[in-house]
């Protein structure tokens, strides 16, 4: 086998094709085709896939797939086993390019500008910002020959050390404070071709953003402007734009139609405040769009720059009135706040033993109480603090399962939350196989030491317990011990339904 | 902390002879959920309820209410108008005008009619009133078009009025707004303003019977440029079509990315799992969570 020179030439680097060794590699009789095979793919192993002489693919089914259980020969065609033999082969870089095939779009020289002001809730693009950069996206490559260019207009509110709002990553309204510096990911993959961020102060203040958008408005003067038709985020800055600007709003739209005969070329259905009427009109300038207004990009890839020196507003924003005096975040009891609408919930099922440790985590942690179908039958918990298809659908952004196993009904019901943390005894259930992060240990012990870990932090920071009562500490300590020496009810926990 | 610093010298003030404030309240006719009849709207009887709050709390001699309806004089309005009435409103001002008459200069003849008499404090100096309509277009632009014209502060979305108090040269209000999650925010504002009440704020009480009979409705007939709204005839509304439910879009190069996507279950499958951890390393990462995501306070 000394004989037979490798496909790539050492010195040069240049492919070189070893014609013999590609015909031992297809003559499956020849005694010494499977090195000749390992040795086109270069790894150890048998090649199951490799380019024939005339570019065709060739495969060979006797190396791949495996010896089942009955003794039969069984080839796995979901891919996994494939992408495993191919990591380390010389396939692997055909494979990465087939992964992102999306065309990518420049528009050096655009007709027109659209320009979307995206809620960028928790610094973060939502499902709604890129419906809606995908109504821009329609909007402006109508005309092929003439297309427009999306703007996405992002506020950068200048955070301090002070910042009241900080901590907080609620939706539409605060998002400012949280926006990183470093700016917004995913936005050329939405379908923005340039970006502009606009420095505004942080927190609620939406004289200045209005100033800033009337400052990019005098030099862009974009044809249309559009922005998410909710809450205090959009809604209310569009509506302020839409008056300032003298047009009279599309608000609750919800889908668009070319038609010749308006205008702007687009006609649009906009629901009423009840949501029981419609009408149908031109497109205006300035819309605020519903959510699944319009399906998000998915096919290209834009180029997301950042806008041009001579096109961007420079200097100070002039603000008209300055009425709103944002005085900080009201720290609200999280007890009171509706399951549907929480944004941090924990909750319990069969496997906490201890509840009045589970209230106490809850209140230590700040979060909404909720629970499974099990707890509230058994009592444990009232029955507007149920989650799952017969209770609750809730939408928080980090739902805490503690001892819940997952039935399919509390799935459903945690759906739309962002990320899942499940504290259970149990490895195989299916709370574990959804969440996010799981912890396999007793229940009572991890909530014991969140309660121990969190107590501690806030002694550090606020140098005392903060709104917890001085006792807690006490009892928290002999949670903990308690907590590990309960091995007996990792074993009872396992197996419950939610 | 600045909070306390405003609560200090409005305290002594709202004792201080001749603080007399007048409430503006924009109410109009709601439509039943599932009857479709008319009735009292919900957030506008959310924002009488906050000025019939504030009332309360400050005197009736200190707090006055003037509410105000814009719309053709019927027995449905009537009816709904007596809503109101009945919440403990003495007296409601209607405007008459055709129901496609714009309502906005209407309200602005009569929001500025008492600057013109030349009593320039004597008008609202705050004007409260549902974000959106429950009948008609309800696209919820009025209050900020109205606090445009006025050149009035505009806040939207406000669940609660915490303290109102004379400043120097003026008026402040303390309000809370309803943010997203449940969470509040407590803004300061500057009145003149206009404030738009969100679904958050408490909600209305019931309407009484006698008090509803014994209100009085004080017609007159709208000022200003009865202008026709040209949007309600040229763009008239129709039912609303029911919005079919978004599908899942696969874009699959290949049959076998297609087949997966159409067997696939849902499931995570890629998150971390703590096997053979204490607590306190379980603890710990939970909380590294909880932080990256900024729900702990």
């Keep these: 086998m000394s004989d037979i020179v490798t496909e790539t030439g050492q010195d040069s680097g240049l492919p070189r094709r070893d014609p013999r060794l590609e015909w031992m590699a297809r003559n499956r009789l020849h005694p010494e085709h499977l090195t000749a095979l390992s040795r086109l793919s270069g790894t150890a192993g048998a090649v199951s896939e490799w380019m024939g002489p005339h570019g065709l693919i060739r495969r060979n089914p006797h190396a791949i797939g495996f010896v089942g259980p009955n003794g039969c020969k069984r080839i796995d065609r979901s891919g996994v086993q494939d992408g495993q033999g191919r990591a380390g082969g010389g396939q692997a870089g055909r494979t990465g390019a087939a992964q992102d095939s999306r065309r990518r779009v420049e528009i050096e020289a655009p007709a027109f500008w659209v320009a979307v002001v995206p809620d960028t809730a928790g610094g973060r693009l939502t499902d709604h910002d890129r419906d809606l950069l995908g109504l821009a996206r329609c909007v402006a490559d109508r005309l092929s020959e003439a297309p427009g260019a999306v703007l996405a207009v992002v506020f950068d509110a200048r955070a301090g050390a002070d910042d009241p709002l900080a901590g907080i990553g609620t939706d539409a309204g605060v998002d400012g404070a ?214 609750t659908f809730v939408s928080a952004r980090v739902y805490v399962a503690v001892g819940i196993s997952g039935a399919i009904q509390h799935l459903q019901g945690i759906q739309r939350c962002d990320r899942v943390v499940a504290i259970n005894a149990d490895p195989g259930c299916d709370m574990v196989k959804r969440a996010d992060l799981a912890v396999i240990a007793d229940a009572g012990a991890v909530i014991a030491a969140l309660v121990a870990a969190q107590v501690a932090v806030k002694k550090q920071g606020a140098g005392g317990g903060g709104e917890l009562n001085g006792d807690v500490e006490g009892e928290v300590a002999d949670q903990v011990e308690r907590g590990r020496q309960r091995p007996d009810a990792l074993s009872k926990e396992a197996r419950h339904v939610a | 902390m600045s909070l306390e610093r405003t609560r200090g010298p409005g305290d002594a003030g709202s004792r201080s002879a001749g603080a007399r404030l007048e409430i503006g309240v924009l109410v109009s006719v709601g439509r039943h959920g599932v009857t479709e009849r008319a009735r009292r709207a919900d957030l506008d009887a959310r924002a009488l309820e906050l000025a019939l709050a504030q009332r309360s709390q400050r005197g009736v001699g200190e707090v006055d209410i003037a509410a105000c309806h814009v719309g053709a004089s019927s027995d449905e309005t009537d009816a709904a108008l007596r809503d109101y009435l009945g919440m403990g409103l003495e007296r409601l001002s209607l405007l008459e005008a055709r129901e496609d008459v714009d309502a906005l200069p209407v309200l602005l003849d009569h929001l500025r009619g008492n600057e013109a008499e030349g009593d ?110 040209e949007a309600v005839t040229e763009w008239p509304l129709t039912a609303a079509k029911v919005r079919s439910k978004r599908l899942k879009i696969v874009t699959a190069t290949s049959a076998r990315d297609r087949f997966k996507a159409a067997a696939a279950k849902a499931q995570g499958g890629t998150g971390q799992v703590l096997t053979d951890v204490t607590p306190e390393q379980g603890a710990e990462a939970i909380l590294a969570l909880l932080r990256e995501e900024g729900v702990l306070r």
């Excluded at chain 1, 379908?191 to 958008?213: C, N, Q, S, T």
């Excluded at chain 1, 008056?243 to 668009?256: F, K, M, Q, S």
């Design chain 1, 178 to 391: 949280r926006a990183q510096p470093a700016g917004i990911d995913g936005l050329d993959e939405a379908g923005a071709d340039r970006v502009i961020r606009l420095p505004v102060p942080a927190g609620y203040a939406p004289e200045a953003r209005l100033a800033a958008l009337l400052a990019l408005e005098s030099t862009l003067t974009p044809r249309h402007w559009l922005l998410p038709d909710a809450g205090i985020g959009g809604g209310d800055l569009g509506r302020r734009l839409a008056v300032r600007l003298g047009e009279r709003p599309a608000t609750g739209l919800w889908r668009i139609d070319t038609d010749d005969a308006a205008e702007s070329g687009w006609m649009c259905l906009c629901r009423s405040g009840s949501g029981r009427q419609e009408r149908r009109r031109p497109l205006p300038r300035v819309a605020l769009a519903l959510a699944e207004c319009a399906e998000p990009v998915v096919a290209t890839r834009h180029a997301a720059d950042s806008l041009s020196a001579q096109l961007a507003p420079q200097g100070a924003f002039p603000v008209a009135r300055r009425g709103l005096e944002d005085l900080g975040a009201v720290a609200v009891d999280p007890a009171a706040i509706g399951l549907g609408e929480a944004e941090f919930i924990l909750a319990a099922g069969n496997g906490v033993k201890d509840w009045p440790g589970f209230h106490r985590a809850a209140e230590a942690l700040g979060a909404t109480e909720g629970a499974s179908r099990v707890a509230v039958d058994d009592g444990h918990m009232p029955r507007h603090r149920q989650v799952g298809a017969t209770g």
């Design chain 2, 120 to 229: 320039k404090a004597a008008g609202p100096r705050l004007v409260l009133c549902g974000t959106r309509a429950e009948q008609g277009e309800g696209s919820g632009v009025l209050p900020f078009a109205l606090a445009e014209a006025l050149g009035w502060t505009m806040v939207s979305g406000v669940a609660a009025i915490e303290a109102l108090e004379p400043d120097e040269g003026g008026w402040q209000a303390t309000v809370l707004q309803a943010l997203p999650r449940g969470q509040r925010r407590r803004l300061r504002v500057a009145l003149p303003a206009v404030i738009a009440v969100d679904t958050a704020a408490p909600m209305p009480r019931q309407s009484a019977f006698g008090p509803a009979r014994r209100g009085h409705i004080d017609r007159r007939p709208a000022g200003g440029e009865a202008r026709v709204d």
